[in-house]
């Protein structure tokens, strides 16, 4: 039991890490990225979407915490 708590824990760290508000627009822009594919949307249109969106989100997050 022990060994699978610390797994558990291992993989909590690597995809939440130290802010889980980024694990969620991650997911959310993944998300969006898939609705975007089965709609028909070009795939570069997909993938830049997606940089700007998790770049606007990171930077977001990044003011957020430097105002504290």
Do not use: E, H, K, Q
């Not at 940089?51 to 957020?64: D, S």
Request: contains cysteine; positive net charge.
């Amino acid at each position: 039991m022990r060994l699978l708590r610390a797994f558990g824990w291992f993989w909590w760290d690597l995809v939440i890490g130290d802010d889980w508000r980024i694990a969620a627009y991650v997911v959310l822009v993944l998300g969006a990225g898939a609705g975007l594919a089965a709609a028909g949307a070009p795939d570069p249109v997909i993938a830049l979407g997606a940089v700007v969106a998790l770049m606007t989100c990171f930077a977001g997050l990044l003011v957020r915490d430097v105002r504290r």
